[in-house]
C-alpha cells in the first residue's frame, strides 16, 4: 500500500491543477499530502531523491506546476515572477542556508571514535546531497511565496487548513476511543512509540502524522485559521464553528502543549486589529529567531516553567526536565563547533561509556543549531521569522486581517518548534506565503510623488520664462 500510494500520487497531483485554479490546486497539493502520505518511508532510488511525502508535498508539486504551465495560466496579479524569491534579505537566506550546507560538510570531515563506536567523517557527496535535502525541504516555500502571495491567497490557505482539519478530527476522534491504528491498518506500520501514545483510558490519537504532537499542533494552528478566516471575512460564520469542532478535537487528543499554544493566541486572532496581530506575530518570530542567545544567557525561565508544568502534571513536567537537561548538553556541544556545527551520522550526539546514545533531541531549534551551527540556524529560522518581522516594521504595507492572521498561525508553530521537532511542509508553506507578500506590498506600495500638474494651469513657483516657452509650445500643439 506504501508503494501504491507513493506511485500514484503524481496523478492526485495532475488532477488538482486540472480541476482547480492554480492557488486552489498548490494548497491542496501540499495539505494533502502531508495529512494522508506515509510518514518516514518512501522509494530510496540511486542518485535520485528519496520519493517520500517531503518530497511529494513540495519538490513534486513544483515540477507538475512547471510541467502544466500553472505559471502561465495564472494572474500577473497572482503569480509572481520566477522561482526564486526577489526580496534581497530572503534571497540572501537561502543563499546562506546552501552555503552552509557546504561548510558544515568541509569542517566535518575527521572521524569520531566514541567507546567503540565509530562515526565516520563527512564527504564531499553528503555536501550535494545535503543542499539538495534544504532545496527539497525549501520546496513549498518557494512555491507559496510564487502563487500564494497575496491577501486573497492567505485567505483560502487559512479556509483550507480549517476545512482539512475540521474532516481529519473525525479521524482523529475515531482513534481517541479506539487507538492509534489507521496508519497500521492502512500502510501496515506503526510510525512511532505505542506506549507514549496511552492516555488513562483514552488515546493519543497520530492518523498519518509522525507522532501524536504534530497533529496536536495541527489542530492548534488550524484553529486558528479558522477563527482568522472568520474575522476577514464575516459572511464565512461556518469558520467561527470549524474553530470550535477543531478546538473540541485539541482537547480530545491530549495534547497539553498545543491546546496552551492555541488559548494563548486565540484572544489575538479575535480581538485585534490587523496591525496589533501583525506586532504580536513579530515579537514571537524575534524571540525564536534569538532563542539559541536568550537560551544561553539564562533568560529563558527554564525553572519556573518547569515547576509550572510539574502543578499541572508531574509525569509532564518530567518530560519537560529531559529535554531541557538534553538541551544544555547539546549547547555546550555546539560550542565546540560554533559557526558549522557537527554535522550528520550521529555525530552531534552523546554516548555512555558502552557507546550507547544517551541524547534526546525534540526541538527543531536545537537540532538545526548543533548540526548546523549559527550559520544554518539563521537561515533556517531566518526565512521562518523574517516574513512577520518585516510585514510588522514596514508601515506602508497594506495590513489585512487574512495576512495578519497567518502570520499569527506561522507564531503558534515556532512557538511549537522550540520544544518539539515538527518542521514540516505547512510551515514552510505558510512561511513561503508571506514571503511573498512582502514583494506585492512592494508592486502595490503608494506612490509618494505629487500628481502631474495641468500644463494650462502654471505653477506660481515656475519662472517667467519658462512659461512662455510652455504656452508657446501648447499653441503649436492646437
Not at 518557494?142 to 486573497?152: D, H, M
Not at 460564520?237 to 497539553?256: E, N
Request: glycine share 6%.
Amino acid at each position: 500500500m506504501i508503494f501504491l500510494a507513493l506511485v500514484s500520487w503524481p496523478f492526485v497531483v495532475m488532477g488538482f491543477f486540472a480541476r482547480y485554479r492554480v492557488q486552489l490546486a498548490v494548497i491542496l497539493s501540499v495539505i494533502s499530502a502531508y495529512l494522508l502520505l506515509p510518514t518516514d518511508v518512501g522509494l530510496d532510488l540511486p542518485i535520485l531523491p528519496k520519493f517520500d511525502k517531503v518530497f511529494m508535498a513540495g519538490a513534486l508539486v513544483i515540477l507538475i506546476s512547471w510541467l502544466s504551465g500553472a505559471a502561465q495560466k495564472a494572474d500577473q496579479s497572482d503569480a509572481r515572477p520566477g522561482w526564486m524569491p526577489r526580496n534581497k534579505l530572503i534571497l540572501s537566506l537561502i543563499i546562506l542556508l546552501i552555503l552552509s550546507d557546504f561548510s558544515t560538510v568541509m569542517t566535518n570531515t575527521d572521524p569520531i571514535a566514541v567507546a567503540g563506536r565509530f562515526l565516520p567523517g563527512l564527504r564531499p557527496y553528503d555536501a550535494f546531497s545535503s543542499v539538495l535535502s534544504s532545496l527539497i525541504m525549501l520546496s513549498p516555500f518557494l512555491l507559496a511565496r510564487k502563487f500564494l502571495a497575496t491577501s486573497e491567497s492567505h485567505l483560502l490557505l487559512l479556509k483550507a487548513l480549517a476545512i482539512a482539519a475540521a474532516l481529519y478530527a473525525f479521524l482523529a476522534l475515531f482513534e481517541v476511543r479506539m487507538s492509534p491504528q489507521i496508519n497500521l491498518s492502512v500502510y501496515g506500520y506503526f510510525p512511532h512509540d505505542w506506549i507514549q501514545h496511552r492516555r488513562g483510558s483514552w488515546w493519543r490519537p497520530i492518523v498519518f502524522l509522525s507522532h501524536g504532537l504534530m497533529v496536536g499542533i495541527f489542530f492548534s494552528t488550524a484553529c486558528l485559521a479558522a477563527v482568522a478566516a472568520f474575522r476577514a471575512d464575516k459572511s464565512a460564520r461556518i469558520y467561527l464553528g470549524l474553530g470550535g469542532w477543531v478546538l473540541f478535537a485539541l482537547l480530545m487528543a491530549s495534547t497539553l502543549g498545543a491546546f496552551a499554544i492555541a488559548i494563548l493566541l486565540l484572544p489575538a486572532v479575535l480581538l485585534l486589529n490587523a496591525r496589533l496581530q501583525l506586532l504580536t506575530a513579530a515579537a514571537i518570530a524575534g524571540v525564536v529567531l534569538l532563542y539559541p542567545t536568550l537560551r544561553n544567557a539564562g533568560y529563558i525561565p527554564t525553572a519556573q516553567i518547569t515547576q509550572y508544568a510539574e502543578s499541572i502534571s508531574p509525569e509532564r513536567a518530567g518530560s519537560l526536565r529531559l529535554r531541557l537537561d538534553n538541551e544544555d548538553l547539546f549547547l555546550e556541544r555546539a560550542a565546540e563547533r560554533p559557526l558549522f556545527g557537527w554535522g550528520g551520522w550521529g555525530r552531534a550526539r552523546m554516548y555512555d561509556a558502552r557507546g550507547r546514545d544517551t541524547s534526546v533531541a525534540d526541538g527543531a531549534w536545537v537540532i538545526t543549531f548543533v548540526m548546523g551551527g549559527w550559520l544554518r540556524y539563521i537561515a533556517v529560522f531566518g526565512l521562518l521569522c523574517a516574513a512577520p518581522i518585516l510585514l510588522a516594521l514596514n508601515r506602508n504595507i497594506p495590513a489585512h486581517l487574512a495576512t495578519s492572521g497567518l502570520c499569527l498561525v506561522l507564531g503558534a508553530n515556532l512557538i511549537d518548534l522550540i520544544p518539539n521537532s515538527g518542521l514540516n511542509a505547512l510551515i514552510w508553506l505558510t512561511a513561503g506565503a508571506l514571503a511573498g507578500r512582502l514583494e506585492t506590498a512592494r508592486d502595490t506600495a503608494p506612490t509618494t510623488q505629487p500628481p502631474p500638474q495641468d500644463p494650462a494651469t502654471p505653477s506660481p513657483y515656475t519662472r517667467q520664462n519658462t512659461r512662455h516657452v510652455k504656452t508657446r509650445y501648447a499653441r503649436f500643439q492646437k
